[in-house]
């Protein structure tokens, strides 16, 4: 059984990273990702993550005011 989601081509993402500090966890973002008509997805990082942790989630409405 498969729990994959498709979404539409042009979808966007904002592309974070977990980042541990003083007990605590932040998200950094470190760039965008976009579904393309195919299923797949590409990925543009303006950083690159030492952690090696990639966190992919639709904007918040918040983040489309801003666009």
Do not use: C, I, Q
Request: glycine share 8%; proline share 6%.
């Amino acid at each position: 059984m498969s729990n994959v989601t498709t979404h539409a081509k042009g979808t966007r993402f904002n592309v974070s990273t977990p980042v541990e500090r003083n007990g605590k966890t932040y998200w950094s973002r470190v760039g965008a990702a976009f579904a393309n008509g195919d299923g797949s997805v590409s990925v543009v990082l303006d950083s690159l993550p030492l952690n090696g942790k990639l966190h992919l989630a639709l904007p918040s409405p918040k983040d489309d005011s801003a666009s």
